[in-house]
C-alpha cells in the first residue's frame, strides 16, 4: 500500500483566488483592504515561519498584513497592553498572538485583552468557549484547516474513530472538539498517554498535533488510516511534521506532508477569518 497524498498546496489554490475575490469586495466596501496584524514575542524559528508564510499568503490575496515583534524579555503586561491597543484600533480586522510565547507569559492573561470580534485565530478563552460549547464563533486555523482538507477529499468523519495526538489550544483540543460535531467518536491522548502504539492503531483517522518530529510511524496506524500531521517543528533549519512520512506512506491510506499539507491552508484559513468572520 502507498498512501494517497493529501497536498494542501492543490486545494490552496482554488481557495486563494475565492478569498482575493472576498478581499476585493471587503476593500470596496470598508474603503480599505482587511488587515491583520500578528504579534510575535521571541524569536522562535517556528512561530518566525509561520509569520512569514501568512504575509506571503496576505499579500498574494490582498488582505494587508504585518508583524508586530516584542522582544523575548517582553513583560507580561506590556505585551497585555499591546494586544489591547491593536485590538482597539478600528482600522485593525485580526490580531493573531504566535506561539509559543516566552516561559514567564501566560497565554490566557494576554489573550483576555483582545476582543472576540478580532480574535481571528480563536485562542482567546470567549471563542474557546463558543467551540465547546457548539456556538458560532472563531476557530483556530489549524484544526479548521484540518476540516477543510477532509471535505475537499471526501472523508467524512461521521461514525469514525478518531484519534487526536497532542492537547494544545491551537491543535489537538479544539480539532477534537471540531471532530466530535462531525459526529467522529474521539480519543484525546498527549504526552502522557500509556500505550499510544495500541490506541493509534484504532483510529481511523489520525490528528498529530504532539510537536515531537516524527514521533508518528507507520507501525504505530492502521491499515489504510487517514493520517493528518498538524505538527511543525524547526529542526537544523528543516520544518518536520509529527508523522515519519517515510513509514507512514506504505501503511496509510491519506497522508498529508510537511511541508505543503495543512500548513497552506492554515494560512487561507486564518485569512478567510479575517474577511469573513466565525462560522
Do not use: W
Amino acid at each position: 500500500m502507498s498512501a494517497v497524498i493529501l497536498d494542501g498546496n492543490e486545494l490552496a489554490s482554488a481557495l486563494r483566488a475565492e478569498l482575493a475575490k472576498q478581499a476585493k469586495q471587503v476593500a470596496q466596501a470598508r474603503g480599505r483592504p482587511a488587515q491583520l496584524v500578528l504579534a510575535q514575542a521571541g524569536e522562535n524559528p517556528t512561530a518566525s515561519y509561520y509569520a512569514t508564510q501568512v504575509m506571503r499568503s496576505c499579500e498574494r490575496i490582498g488582505v494587508a498584513c504585518s508583524v508586530r515583534r516584542f522582544p523575548a524579555d517582553t513583560s507580561e503586561t506590556a505585551l497585555r497592553a499591546a494586544i489591547a491597543a491593536l485590538s482597539a484600533r478600528a482600522d485593525v480586522d485580526g490580531v493573531t498572538l504566535l506561539l509559543p510565547l516566552p516561559r514567564h507569559i501566560r497565554q490566557r492573561v494576554v489573550m483576555e485583552a483582545l476582543s472576540p470580534e478580532k480574535d481571528v485565530d480563536g485562542l482567546g478563552p470567549r471563542n474557546a468557549g463558543r467551540l465547546m460549547l457548539g456556538f458560532p464563533g472563531f476557530v483556530p486555523s489549524t484544526a479548521d484547516a484540518a476540516l477543510e482538507l477532509l471535505r475537499h477529499a471526501g472523508i467524512t468523519l461521521q461514525g469514525k474513530n478518531a484519534i487526536v495526538l497532542g492537547r494544545s489550544n491551537v491543535g489537538g483540543k479544539p480539532a477534537a472538539l471540531l471532530f466530535l460535531r462531525e459526529n467522529a467518536t474521539v480519543t484525546l491522548c498527549h504526552s502522557r498517554t500509556r500505550n499510544l502504539a495500541e490506541i493509534t492503531r484504532q483510529g481511523e483517522i489520525i490528528f498529530a498535533s504532539m510537536g515531537r518530529p516524527r514521533i508518528i510511524t507507520g507501525a504505530m496506524l492502521q491499515p489504510g488510516a487517514v493520517v493528518l500531521d498538524a505538527g511543525m517543528t524547526s529542526v537544523a533549519g528543516r520544518i518536520l511534521g509529527d508523522v515519519d512520512e517515510a513509514s507512514a506512506r506504505e501503511v496509510a491510506g491519506y497522508l498529508t506532508p510537511t511541508p505543503g499539507g495543512l500548513g497552506p491552508l492554515t494560512n487561507l484559513m486564518l485569512i478567510r477569518h479575517t474577511l469573513v468572520g466565525p462560522s
